[in-house]
T-cell receptor, first 118, second 114 residues
Framework: AQTVTQSQPEMSVQEAETVTLSCTYDTSESDYYLFWYKQPPSRQMILVIRQEAYKQQNATENRFSVNFQKAAKSFSLKISDSQLGDAAMYFC???????????????FGKGTKLSVKP | DSGVTQTPKHLITATGQRVTLRCSPRSGDLSVYWYQQSLDQGLQFLIQ???????AKGNILERFSAQQFPDLHSELNLSSLELGDSALYFCASSVDGTGIDEQFFGPGTRLTVL
């Protein structure tokens, strides 16, 4: 079974600075997808960024980028120029690309609570 | 606004009772997922439906059941409720549940069992 581990329960960053959230995962599959979701105090789950495992190039979405290390099974999220609105819980998630069975559902880590200091 | 709606927003009930949570997916999405978020277990996948058929099952208790109707809305039924069932229940939808299609999450239903 696949597992996702976020080893940092809480992180803090100064406004305008850069912060990196860590995520590791365990899988025997070669084809899968990885995601970072943001959950602000409103509790809404918002997709931040996604990465296909077969792509070597790291995904980037504006101030958000990932460092995907397939061999190390590591998928960290970098937030540049942090803003007050970035304060939230961040969840790393794994999704199998295999058809049938567990395909489609997300496996989440426990989350990292990010605080942004003005 | 993700386009996924969930009702009710909040639900308070007693142990032993039965409740139904409702989810309407985004227009055009055929796949619906249910997730439970609790302090103990974190975010857990419960069950997935695709175009009316059950596609995948996760850590869903036997006391829980779900279905997806012809109009594609879905209901999650929770029965014989226990204190530990108190959680935030999310519904998500995606186009077809394959590939890297994005799952859009609803606002969740907060269930409190007293």
């Amino acid at each position: 079974a696949q597992t996702v581990t976020q080893s940092q329960p809480e992180m803090s960053v100064q406004e305008a600075e850069t912060v990196t959230l860590s995520c590791t995962y365990d899988t025997s599959e070669s084809d899968y997808y990885l995601f970072w979701y943001k959950q602000p105090p409103s509790r809404q789950m918002i997709l931040v960024i996604r990465q296909e495992a077969y792509k070597q190039q790291n995904a980037t979405e504006n101030r958000f980028s990932v460092n995907f290390q397939k061999a190390a099974k590591s998928f960290s999220l970098k937030i540049s120029d942090s803003q007050l609105g970035d304060a939230a819980m961040y969840f790393c998630a794994y999704r199998s690309a295999k058809y049938g069975g567990s395909q489609g559902n997300l496996i989440f880590g426990k989350g990292t609570k990010l605080s942004v200091k003005p | 606004d993700s386009g996924v709606t969930q009702t009710p927003k909040h639900l308070i009930t007693a142990t032993g009772q039965r409740v139904t949570l409702r989810c309407s997916p985004r227009s055009g999405d055929l796949s619906v997922y249910w997730y439970q978020q609790s302090l103990d277990q974190g975010l857990q996948f419960l069950i997935q439906y695709y175009n009316g058929e059950e596609r995948a099952k996760g850590n869903i208790l036997e006391r829980f059941s779900a279905q997806q109707f012809p109009d594609l809305h879905s209901e999650l039924n929770l029965s014989s409720l226990e204190l530990g069932d108190s959680a935030l229940y999310f519904c998500a939808s995606s186009v077809d549940g394959t590939g890297i299609d994005e799952q859009f999450f609803g606002p969740g239903t907060r269930l409190t069992v007293l």
